[in-house]
């Protein structure tokens, strides 16, 4: 896809909050690709883009949009090239800023626990201190069987200790959990637990998404572990619910505006915690059994 200066390689994501930002994409699909859940890039190869073809699109960004305040490293995990690639990315980004005598706010990423763990403290301080500032990294859910259940590839150590690692180094991190991700058979300790690595971890950000199957329920299921059992509007909503009931954390800004979702709660985490589980309670009680009210306030 041609979008301005830049000839992408589509399918091409990036999060909500990275709307304004400028796409680099330094490497196409993913370096796991294996979740049962996500169809993000199952038409890619995985494949870490030529620094010269970066640096190619990095000076057609800025010749296009020469004051540019952000960038979102695409595609599915930046964090899985080595150290000196990466670095060099990011210093190739800072000396055009520099060129046009301004500073970026920050440089953003999708990332995977294991590849943040594969940096060293040092590498990791040293691609803070080149504005590389946020990670978003999907953990999905902190319950162990359910991880195993969807191929994960992560525990919730794994998980822990790369996110913790980031936040020693002083890289903030945006977390997402996917509501309705195990299903009713595992609703309840997925919330649960879910609720338990928040809260340990305590991210800058976090949101929710919802489980959806854009290419159909069942490729999930051949892909899911278990056994999958759908969950109704007001069980998903009763989940979510549970989630954020069960948090334990301070000053984490909340959002669930990803297109998945029916309702958008959103807040600072516990500060709003109230006012949060009060709008869920309401939109719980709306909600028939068995479908979403298409006239609800709530939508």
Same mark, same amino acid.
Request: aromatic residues 10%; glycine residues 4%.
């Given at each position: 896809?041609?979008?301005?200066?830049?000839?992408?390689?589509?399918?091409?994501?990036?999060?909500?909050?990275?709307?304004?930002?400028?796409?680099?994409?330094?490497?196409?699909?993913?370096?796991?690709?294996?979740?049962?859940?996500?169809?993000?890039?199952?038409?890619?190869k995985y494949k870490i883009r030529p620094l010269?073809?970066?640096? !190619?699109?990095? +000076?057609?960004?800025? /010749?296009?949009?020469?004051? =540019?305040?952000?960038?979102?490293? *695409?595609?599915? $995990?930046?964090?899985?090239?080595?150290?000196?690639?990466?670095?060099?990315?990011?210093?190739?980004?800072?000396?055009?800023?520099?060129?046009?005598?301004?500073?970026?706010?920050?440089?953003?990423?999708?990332?995977?626990?294991?590849?943040?763990?594969?940096?060293?403290?040092?590498?990791?301080k040293e691609l803070r201190d080149a504005d590389?500032?946020?990670?978003?990294?999907?953990?999905?859910?902190?319950?162990d069987e359910l991880l195993s259940l969807i !191929?994960?590839? +992560?525990?919730?150590? /794994?998980?822990?200790?790369? =996110?913790?690692?980031?936040?020693? *180094?002083?890289? $903030?991190?945006?977390?997402?959990?996917?509501?309705?991700?195990?299903?009713?058979?595992?609703?309840?300790?997925?919330?649960?637990?879910?609720?338990?690595?928040?809260?340990?971890?305590?991210?800058?950000?976090?949101?929710?998404?919802?489980?959806?199957?854009?290419?159909?329920?069942?490729?999930?299921?051949?892909?899911?572990?278990?056994?999958?059992?759908?969950?109704?509007?007001?069980?998903?909503?009763?989940?979510?619910?549970?989630?954020?009931?069960?948090?334990?954390?301070?000053?984490?800004?909340?959002?669930?505006?990803?297109?998945?979702?029916?309702?958008?709660?959103?807040?600072?985490?516990?500060?709003?915690?109230?006012?949060?589980?009060?709008?869920?309670?309401?939109?719980?009680?709306?909600?028939?059994?068995?479908?979403?009210?298409?006239?609800?306030?709530?939508?």
């Amino acid at each position: 896809m041609l979008f301005l200066p830049v000839d992408y390689d589509e399918p091409l994501f990036r999060p909500p909050a990275e709307a304004y930002s400028a796409i680099l994409q330094v490497s196409l699909g993913c370096s796991w690709n294996k979740c049962a859940f996500c169809e993000m890039y199952t038409t890619k190869k995985y494949k870490i883009r030529p620094l010269m073809e970066i640096e !190619k699109d990095i +000076e057609g960004l800025f /010749s296009y949009y020469p004051r =540019i305040k952000r960038f979102f490293l *695409a595609d599915g $995990d930046a964090m899985s090239l080595d150290f000196k690639p990466l670095k060099d990315v990011l210093d190739s980004i800072n000396r055009n800023a520099e060129k046009r005598n301004y500073r970026l706010q920050r440089v953003a990423s999708y990332a995977l626990p294991k590849n943040i763990i594969s940096k060293s403290d040092s590498e990791l301080k040293e691609l803070r201190d080149a504005d590389l500032k946020l990670l978003y990294v999907g953990i999905e859910t902190g319950d162990d069987e359910l991880l195993s259940l969807i !191929k994960k590839g +992560e525990t919730y150590k /794994s998980t822990v200790e790369g =996110i913790q690692k980031a936040h020693n *180094a002083g890289i $903030d991190t945006s977390i997402m959990i996917i509501t309705g991700l195990g299903g009713r058979k595992y609703s309840e300790q997925h919330a649960r637990n879910s609720a338990r690595i928040i809260s340990e971890l305590n991210p800058k950000y976090l949101s929710t998404l919802t489980l959806s199957f854009p290419l159909g329920y069942d490729i999930f299921r051949s892909k899911f572990r278990g056994e999958y059992i759908p969950q109704t509007t007001k069980e998903l909503f009763e989940e979510l619910y549970l989630f954020i009931s069960l948090l334990d954390v301070e000053n984490v800004i909340f959002r669930s505006n990803h297109v998945s979702n029916k309702v958008s709660p959103e807040g600072t985490l516990s500060k709003d915690k109230d006012k949060i589980l009060n709008m869920l309670s309401k939109v719980i009680a709306d909600t028939p059994f068995n479908e979403m009210p298409k006239n609800s306030r709530y939508l």
